[in-house]
């Protein structure tokens, strides 16, 4: 499949501070444009190795590209409905979608065969691998009747012995409001979820009690969108349609930063090599249509996660940006939008250079 290349340049952030950022304009980096998908991109997720990009979007298909050149290397079929979400087992063998079909599915990564289904009774938003991989966390919707809750499933060595029981299943006090993500805090023992009531909760993922919520008073006050860990487990980041996303300490729940942008935060990730966040998102997708590129904000933002700077931009979506992943070597990272493009974003030397 051909790719198409365009370039690019590490803008400055629109609003300047008083700090000196000393970022060359002029410097262009080629992001490479996959296009792979018919439909907005939903969520994206590197490999641990950071060899393999696996993308989600609501076109059914979960698709598989080469982290380092983007070809595209396969497709997984079989679901119904949008593909909301996906994990990838740790030895890169194993990979978990979750989807409005009202399934979440194992696949075998490299033959692409389905190798089991998980069923409920309403749409799958997230999925996430324990350490170990032989535990996984998924959330499913409230729908009709059902509210939300997050389910524990234990995955077996061979396909041939999974079962479809769940180990445990937390209910939402806000049974009513989505759960849109749900992952393992740190050695698994516990489970850090947030969603549309805008309120981080951690549970105890041996006996289900809830151990602690985000305090109202520094918490976001819109629906959380996405929450991202770094890779040691010790704090993770969370976005929201409050045009904000907040650094968290992983055990005690204390806030520890705030990042403020204007635009409805639908996407974090953190560097894994330097003090970066970058967020992504855009005005609603309903109002994309009257606006053209420039006036959405349609741009990854890079934060120094220290200062809470804004010490750059990268444009490029034509359209608000739905999923952001590091690549875990640190050196790129990609980028999926509503425009149904994933833009991969090989990092140069100028940006390690950053001095602020």
Not at 17 to 44: A, N, Q, W, Y
Not at 136 to 146: H, K, N, Q, S
Request: hydrophobic fraction near 35%; charged fraction near 25%; aromatic fraction near 8%.
């Amino acid at each position: 499949m051909p790719l198409r290349v365009c370039s690019f340049s590490f803008s400055r952030p629109s609003s300047p501070s008083s700090t000196v950022i000393s970022i060359d304009s002029d410097t262009k980096m080629r992001p490479i444009l996959m296009k792979g998908h018919e439909r907005p991109l939903t969520f994206l997720r590197y490999n641990r190795d950071g060899d393999l990009l696996f993308s989600c979007a609501k076109d059914h298909t979960p698709t598989l590209w080469y982290a380092d050149n983007g070809e595209r290397l396969g497709t997984y079929r079989g679901h119904n409905g949008a593909v909301w979400c996906c994990d990838v087992s740790r030895d890169s063998s194993r990979l978990i979608t979750g989807s409005a079909d009202q399934t979440a599915k194992l696949w075998d990564v490299q033959s692409g065969q389905e190798l089991f289904t998980f069923k409920f009774g309403s749409p799958t938003r997230s999925v996430d691998f324990a350490v170990g991989d032989h535990l996984a966390v998924i959330t499913t919707d409230p729908f009709m009747e059902r509210t939300s809750a997050i389910h524990v499933k234990r995955i077996a060595e061979d396909p041939q012995d999974q079962v479809a029981d769940s180990v445990l299943v937390l209910q939402s006090p806000e049974g009513r409001k989505r759960i849109n993500r749900a992952v393992w805090g740190p050695l698994n023992q516990t489970i850090v979820s947030g969603g549309e009531d805008a309120v981080i909760r951690i549970w105890d993922s041996e006996t289900g009690k809830l151990l602690k919520e985000s305090d109202g008073e520094v918490g976001h006050k819109k629906p959380i969108t996405s929450l991202c860990k770094a890779a040691d487990d010790s704090h993770f980041i969370t976005g929201s349609l409050d045009k904000t996303a907040k650094l968290w300490d992983m055990r005690t729940l204390t806030l520890i930063k705030t990042y403020s942008t204007v635009v409805p935060v639908n996407a974090v990730t953190m560097s894994p090599l330097l003090n970066h966040v970058v967020l992504g998102g855009g005005q609603d997708a309903s109002a994309v249509t009257t606006t053209d590129h420039r006036a959405g904000k349609f741009e990854a933002k890079f934060y120094d996660k220290i200062l809470q700077e804004e010490i750059g931009g990268v444009k490029g979506h034509f359209g608000p940006i739905n999923a952001l992943a590091f690549n875990p070597d640190g050196r790129s990272f990609s980028s999926g939008g509503e425009d149904g493009y994933v833009r991969l974003h090989h990092l140069d030397s100028d940006y390690f250079n950053i001095k602020i």
